[in-house]
């Protein structure tokens, strides 16, 4: 099974396929934003932008797969993956335990260099409160799918970096 997730690794066909993953997930949070009208808090802005970094992993990983620029996709979809699974964690745990006083912020920080809520505010902007539980879906909320979804692209990403790593060890 290692031989054979590391041969796909080696082909762009799964990394479009991660990208193209990310893209349908990126699209239906805009679908439930703009056509729904569920307002986006914090917390799922940026869980968008790790859901944007397993995206551009998936991209970088496609560009040259069969060279070691795939392992910066590797890297970069381990790093997504694990910021989005804590992310959707702590949302999730905020709205099941919701605290008596605090509550998240009212706009997301990006960087100086980077600010994506100037960009493009019709994906960046928050005007939501993370303790609504506005949307579910088999009686789980959008921050408890979110933690499936970063569980399994984390989980498939660290199968697919033990292929490399056996592979190379066999070498």
């Given at each position: 099974?290692?031989?054979?997730?590391?041969?796909?690794?080696?082909?762009?066909?799964?990394?479009?396929?991660?990208?193209?993953?990310?893209?349908?997930?990126?699209?239906?949070?805009?679908?439930?934003?703009?056509?729904?009208?569920?307002?986006?808090?914090?917390?799922?802005?940026?869980?968008?932008?790790?859901?944007?970094?397993?995206?551009?992993?998936?991209?970088?990983?496609?560009?040259?797969?069969?060279?070691?620029?795939?392992?910066?996709?590797?890297?970069?979809?381990?790093?997504?993956?694990?910021?989005?699974?804590?992310?959707?964690?702590?949302?999730?745990?905020?709205?099941?335990?919701?605290p008596l006083f605090a509550t998240c912020d009212f706009k997301a920080r990006f960087p100086s260099w980077l600010?994506?809520?100037?960009?493009?505010?019709?994906?960046?902007?928050?005007?939501?409160?993370?303790?609504?539980?506005?949307?579910?879906?088999?009686?789980?909320?959008?921050?408890?799918?979110?933690?499936?979804?970063?569980?399994?692209?984390?989980?498939?990403?660290?199968?697919?970096?033990?292929?490399?790593?056996?592979?190379?060890?066999?070498?």
């Amino acid at each position: 099974m290692l031989v054979m997730l590391n041969r796909c690794s080696r082909g762009r066909g799964a990394w479009l396929l991660l990208a193209l993953t990310a893209l349908a997930l990126e699209l239906t949070a805009l679908w439930f934003q703009h056509v729904m009208g569920l307002r986006p808090c914090v917390m799922c802005i940026y869980e968008r932008c790790a859901l944007l970094g397993v995206l551009l992993a998936g991209v970088v990983g496609a560009i040259a797969p069969a060279t070691p620029l795939r392992f910066a996709g590797i890297i970069f979809w381990l790093v997504s993956a694990t910021e989005g699974l804590r992310l959707s964690w702590e949302h999730t745990m905020l709205q099941i335990h919701p605290p008596l006083f605090a509550t998240c912020d009212f706009k997301a920080r990006f960087p100086s260099w980077l600010p994506l809520d100037q960009w493009v505010p019709g994906m960046f902007v928050a005007n939501g409160n993370c303790l609504d539980r506005s949307w579910t879906l088999f009686n789980l909320s959008m921050p408890e799918w979110l933690v499936g979804v970063f569980a399994a692209y984390l989980l498939v990403a660290v199968v697919v970096l033990i292929a490399q790593i056996s592979l190379f060890k066999r070498k």
